[in-house]
DNA sequence: ATAAAAATGAGGTACGTACGTCAAAAATGC
DNA sequence: GCATTTTTGACGTACGTACCTCATTTTTAT
């Protein structure tokens, strides 16, 4: 059974004829430019509809005068999340290039809402079609976004929303949930119970703020022998996590296991070890970097939950169609996934 | 910072004076037409890795004559899980079609070597580019293969493989993989030990015997304490995995927990109701379907494994198009993913 | 050296849409 | 009803590659 009708394309001309319209007409219906009365425009979203016309997306990147440009705004250096993800712009944007789609990739200082405004205001809208940000919610950047917005620009925010600007589309996960996989999976771990270590960048940061809650919410509902203490804050660095996760199993000798929802995992595996409790204790932790590998492979850590920079790249990518284009130039946007690997499922 | 060099593309005119060449021959070399000697090609290639020539996949699939067109060939009927991907055929199908890749789906037969042959010899390769099939490893069929292969018909694997016949490539997950992962978590749900029980349609299918393997490897090496019993054969379903495993839970009230590598997990939760052992133990199940859904949801079923049948449609169409159009027409082949669902990361 | 075969060049058309220009028709305001 | 604005039509060019034909050059076999 074919799943489209023999062989024949139904093309704009055939588009124009079923509508009792000019290909011109045509033209500006579906590329949304002005002078077209509603009456008309009805009629051919209806020729649209009654004769199952798709716009070939081939031909239309072909005959657009320009490509599709899109800057990525990263914050540098320290984290090695956002390594990854620039990485994953060069290695997509090698893709999307070839469909002419262009990414440019601007890193700026971390956790600087001025700097991020600034970035925001430099993007020349004849230019550049939009912009991909991590956000950070500040005023500053509300404002930059809303200016960038007017100039057309189309703002994506990435990993970190911007909840009520101007924002057109979120690509991220649900830290929320995140957090409640973690915890399932601790509680599922420990059936007798037991001290939890939780361990954190900054609860100043909201994505980690998230995941604990998530976590203390299920542990708390539904394994009630196991008791959360913390969080630990390590500022996501190798040598303020080992201080101070050391120290704190000092206090607690009995821990059955470690959550960890931000970076510092090499520091952590360091004083899990010198605390003698390293595959002894369960250890959830976030995002696939060398140290999480190491440990999984080691069997330090237990699990690792993943958000694909790849799959969010991808989806900045397939939003940003949509938006330029049209809804119908990319499959419909689908939350990021919330992965979940072991040892044994690791690519 | 931008990935590429500004404006101006690459194209086969700049490709032609840098070689040296005319288009023509150029053109030869791209699409590996006859009539060009080593040494001419020779100086081709090295232009395109000197000027960075990528071919616009955009206007390559337009000046195509004709779509790619892939045949689709699955058993039909009783399992769940092939009807999912006669599914996501229809769905990423009809994305695809906006690229010009089209694909048609025929439904024969469950098991049935000689059906799946017939299927493979009907085919025209004038009319079709390929085919992929969920493979049966049956002399009738290695030999159908060979002869689709010699009309020029591009076949591809899907689920379960064909070693060692004509196809051109394998789209599906390493189940023995899925089965460390499975008793990986398994092992870590039950620290004191105890009996799992084994579940599987039959040994008879290759993925069901390769799960177990690896599930069996894992708890033997590392989770001493844990103990296996089984497999009970339920034929993937409704009743006979309901009264064989209620009986064998019968037997053995001890359980403390279950993996199915099959289907039939209805009747399965059926049983563990009635023996009042829903929810207190541990059950891995496969595959996203009615019942596995609901079984996370109601917390009878902890953790489901996942072959995404939409990633591996999107698989065999990025394959598709690297045996057509050559290596660089999507990205490289990376292996379908082992996905672990609980009910917190769910989409 | 000559004939045959193979390799290469030159140039065109086609794919379906985007986007421009200019004129003609229709709707609108007064 | 007239002038003005808005809407619509007609038509052409461009995008980068595929694929075709035919002439011409180069290589290979004899």
Not at 180 to 192: E, H, I, N, V, Y
Not at 274 to 290: S, Y
Request: overall charge negative; aromatic content about 4%.
């Amino acid at each position: 059974m074919a799943i489209e009708p023999a062989g024949g394309r139904v093309t704009v001309h055939d588009l124009a004829r079923a509508a009792g319209v000019s290909l011109a007409t045509i033209d500006r219906v579906l590329n949304a430019r002005p002078g077209v009365r509603p009456a008309t425009a009805a009629r051919v979203e209806e020729a649209i509809a009654r004769i199952g016309f798709k716009r070939d997306m081939t031909a239309s990147m072909l005959a657009r005068a320009r490509d599709i440009r899109l800057a990525f705004i990263l914050p540098e250096g320290t984290n090695q999340f956002m390594t990854k993800l620039a990485e994953a712009v060069e290695t997509i944007g090698a893709q999307a290039r070839a469909e002419r789609v262009v990414f440019d990739l601007d890193r700026i200082r971390s956790i600087d809402a001025q700097a991020l405004s600034d970035a925001l205001d430099a993007l020349d809208a004849d230019t550049y079609d939009g912009a991909a940000i991590v956000a950070i919610d500040k005023p500053a950047v509300h404002a930059a976004v809303a200016r960038a917005t007017g100039r057309g620009l189309k703002i994506i925010t990435l990993v970190s929303d911007l909840p009520g600007s101007a924002r057109r589309a979120f690509v991220g996960i649900d830290n929320a949930a995140a957090g409640r996989t973690a915890g399932s999976l601790m509680g599922r771990f420990c059936p007798q119970g037991g001290k939890i270590m939780l361990v954190a960048g900054s609860m100043g940061l909201i994505d980690h703020a998230e995941r604990i809650s998530g976590f203390r919410s299920i542990v708390s509902s539904e394994f009630p022998a196991v008791s959360v203490l913390g969080p630990v804050e390590g500022q996501d660095e190798f040598t303020l996590t080992y201080e101070r996760t050391l120290a704190f199993m000092g206090e607690h000798p009995d821990i059955v296991g470690v959550y960890n929802v931000g970076a510092g995992n090499a520091g952590l595996v360091m004083a899990l070890t010198e605390a003698g409790l390293a595959g002894k204790v369960r250890f959830v932790a976030h995002e696939l970097t060398g140290p999480t590998c190491a440990g999984l492979n080691s069997g330090v850590i237990d699990v690792v939950i993943v958000q694909s920079p790849e799959d969010e790249i991808r989806a900045v990518w397939a939003a940003a169609r949509r938006l330029v284009l049209g809804p119908d130039a990319a499959p419909p946007e689908s939350p990021i996934e919330i992965k979940v690997f072991l040892r044994d499922n690791l690519r």
